[in-house]
């Protein structure tokens, strides 16, 4: 199943809508979720399980996940954690989110997923998001665990074969390898992956081993390599190409727009982004003042931004830095189509 054209137009209806109808300077573009933060795996890297250990017994209602993603009103709903798949009620959340027609994007590490694929039928509205930091030794590395490649790729073959949406999502760390990266993304290309996603991993304080993390300046050396234009020859990235060329360092942004991409956790929103926490709130409208945003975006404002390169943050900057800039708009919507060899047109 490809990526719905319906996708493309909705969001572009949305932001239309909130942007100049509704003259909104702030909105949320995805919702994130996160209906808990336990996971089955616990990777050097991660934040999560890190931060909210005290709290990691608990989880978030079908009820309250529902009511998070209404007050958001986002198109898009990116569903993580924690392992979103090993919550007793996931299929329930997946559900109601469709039957409110926003599209769903499960990040999951795909150890049970095809325990849920049981539950929750494919649907344009819903798409299946594997973490994937290398090929073989190197994602069992990522990941902390022995054999996770060979099931998540078993799973997502399965799932591709059912007829799911499937994209990848790799974070890429001090030491990864960009030739292995080449050989991961033309695999999940050639299985029939929807798109290959990459971010660089944001450098968590609550990860102790900090020599994981790549500065701004390492992160863009490796896309160099990782996203050099020879070595997309058959790859479908799912990022938009005004990102991967930030990513790059070939365009910058003065300030992320991470208010764009909330993120809902068992404490409330977090406060102000999906990297830093440092509050949690219940009111959305707290995450899109002015006054927070003073604080927060950019390395002048607050050094934890110094590094980040982050989706959440600086993939929508990328699509409301093109709502001025008319040549960034038509290379935008030109990514929407897949060119004929089945590269993105970045
Ligand atoms: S799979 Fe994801 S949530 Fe689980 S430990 Fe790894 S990074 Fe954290
Ligand atoms: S730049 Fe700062 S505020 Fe923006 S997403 Fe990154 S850590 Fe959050």
Redesign the pocket.
């Known amino acids: 199943m490809a990526r719905p054209v319906e996708l493309a137009v909705r969001i572009g209806w949305y932001i239309v809508k909130n942007k100049y109808l509704r003259g909104r300077k702030r909105f949320p573009l995805v919702t994130m979720l996160e209906p808990l933060?336990a996971?089955?795996?616990?990777?050097e890297?991660?934040?999560?399980?890190r931060e909210y250990e005290n709290v990691i017994h608990r989880q978030l209602t079908v009820e309250e996940c529902l009511a998070a993603v209404e007050e958001s009103g986002a198109p898009i709903v990116s569903i993580?954690?924690?392992?979103p798949t090993i919550h007793p009620r996931i299929a329930d959340i997946v559900k109601g989110i469709i039957a409110r027609k926003r599209f769903v994007y499960m990040?999951?590490?795909a150890l049970v997923m095809t325990k849920v694929m049981k539950e929750i039928p494919p649907s344009k509205f819903f798409c299946w998001v594997i973490?994937l930091d290398g090929t073989g030794g190197n994602h069992d590395i990522a990941?902390?665990r022995k054999g996770v490649y060979q099931i998540a790729m078993r799973n997502a073959e399965k799932a591709i074969k059912a007829g799911y949406r499937v994209c990848s999502n790799t974070?890429l760390f001090k030491g990864s390898n960009p030739d292995d990266l080449h050989d991961l993304f033309k695999k999940c290309s050639d299985m029939g992956f929807e798109g290959c996603m990459v971010s660089p991993a944001y450098d968590y304080q609550a990860v102790p081993n900090q020599q994981l993390f790549l500065t701004r300046k390492q992160a863009i050396d490796v896309f160099k390599q990782v996203l050099s234009p020879d070595k997309r020859l058959g790859i479908k990235f799912y990022n938009n190409p005004l990102f991967l060329q930030f990513l790059r360092g070939e365009r910058s942004y003065p300030t992320c727009t991470a208010w764009s991409n909330p993120t809902y956790t068992i404490m409330g929103w977090r406060k102000p982004c999906y990297p830093l926490a440092d509050g949690h709130t219940q009111k959305l409208d707290d995450l899109m003042s002015k006054q927070l945003w003073d604080q927060y975006g950019n390395a002048e404002k607050d050094p934890r931004c110094a590094n980040c390169m982050m989706h959440c943050g600086f993939e929508s900057a990328t699509i409301f830095g093109a709502l001025q800039r008319p040549r960034d708009a038509f290379d935008l919507v030109r990514s929407g189509a897949i060119t004929k060899s089945g590269i993105t047109a970045a």
């Open positions: 933060e996971c089955n795996l616990a990777c890297g991660c934040g999560r399980i993580a954690g924690g392992e990040c999951t590490n973490h990941v902390s974070t």
